[in-house]
């Protein structure tokens, strides 16, 4: 984030105050971005280890706690991986919406930020 | 957020640092600024940017920025390592609810677990009052369930309110590195524009 050569707008600390929480939004949303990653995969995990449980026709499963893999009935694994994919769906949906929220307030001060020092800042994505 | 009209001072930061991390003082107005300082442009650039002698004992001379840098990869770093931590401490808490729930049925547990890289073997776990935590340190203690489950929920909790004060921690020190950055740019930029000033001064 740079700015122009010679400008005259003054900033003021509320204009600090917009620049700086543009920065910590920026930052969120990469984070997000990458959380987000982390959970669509670990959604996916547990989508194919539920589809291979249908396939397969044991009653003894091995379903990992930490580092042990525990010899569980089935329908008790079942059981189990249904509340985990539901957990992981909820946490994906929540990520994804701070994400809007995130993108949605830096629209609204880059809108604002630009409004006052128009060519003088750059809050794009280098 | 309502519009101000003239540069307001309203609400200046009144914090001066947080937790060791020194807050960049925000400029109200650049020439101010420089006369206050005694500072030619220059000068001001080099101790925002460049190479600055401190007071205090601890930072070797660096610049503001340079400073800010160093802090924030030791805290980034602490960062990595609680997130890191919280997944695992669950994971204990799993087990050990798992324990406490074949509790009542009398089986054991038979669980496969890795000896070394590439081998597992199969362990029987009886029905147990106690568990063993390790506390680091080459220290292993023996708990009972619910004391274990006790302590690892409040080392879970202890892990979550330090992860959060870190992560505050970081958006305080990124605010004075745009702080910095904005205010250098100023600098610059009042600069620029006093040239072209006096540029223009000479030329009528």
């Known amino acids: 984030m740079q700015q122009g050569e010679g400008s005259e707008t003054q900033v003021t600390w509320e204009d600090q105050q917009n620049i700086n929480k543009f920065g910590r939004l920026n930052n969120r949303f990469h984070e997000l971005e990458d959380e987000i990653k982390v959970a669509k995969e670990a959604n996916e995990s547990l989508e194919d280890a539920s589809n291979e449980l249908i396939l397969s026709d044991e009653d003894m499963v091995r379903f990992q706690i930490g580092e042990v893999f525990a010899h569980m009935p089935r329908e008790e694994v079942e059981g189990r991986l249904e509340k985990m994919k539901e957990d992981a769906s909820k946490e994906l949906e929540r990520l994804e919406e701070e994400k809007e929220s995130v993108l949605a307030q830096m629209a609204e001060l880059k809108k604002i930020l630009y409004g006052k020092f128009n060519d003088s800042i750059n809050l794009e994505e280098d | ?204």
């Open chain 2, 1 to 204: 957020m309502a519009a101000s009209t003239s540069s307001s001072s309203a609400s200046l930061p009144s914090v001066t640092e947080r937790r060791g991390i020194p807050a960049a003082s925000f400029v109200e107005d650049v020439e101010t600024y420089l006369q206050q300082s005694g500072l030619d442009v220059n000068s001001s650039l080099s101790f925002l940017q460049e190479r600055f002698a401190l007071l205090e004992a601890f930072f070797p001379p660096f610049s503001r920025l340079q400073q800010y840098r160093i802090v924030e990869m030791k805290l980034l770093a602490q960062q990595r390592d609680l997130q890191a931590k919280i997944p695992d401490i669950e994971k204990c808490l799993d087990i050990v609810a798992t324990l406490q729930a074949k509790k009542g049925t009398g089986e054991a547990l038979i669980a496969d677990f890795e000896v070394s890289e590439g081998i597992y073997s199969r362990a029987r776990i009886e029905d147990t009052d106690s568990v063993c935590l390790w506390l680091g340190a080459n220290v292993m203690l023996e708990y009972s369930c619910e004391e274990a489950k006790a302590l690892l929920q409040k080392n879970l909790e202890n892990a979550k309110a330090s992860l959060e004060v870190l992560v505050a921690d970081l958006q305080f020190l990124r605010d004075q590195v745009t702080i910095t950055q904005v205010t250098t740019a100023r600098v610059y930029n009042w600069d620029v524009h006093q040239r072209r000033i006096r540029q223009a001064a000479m030329e009528t």
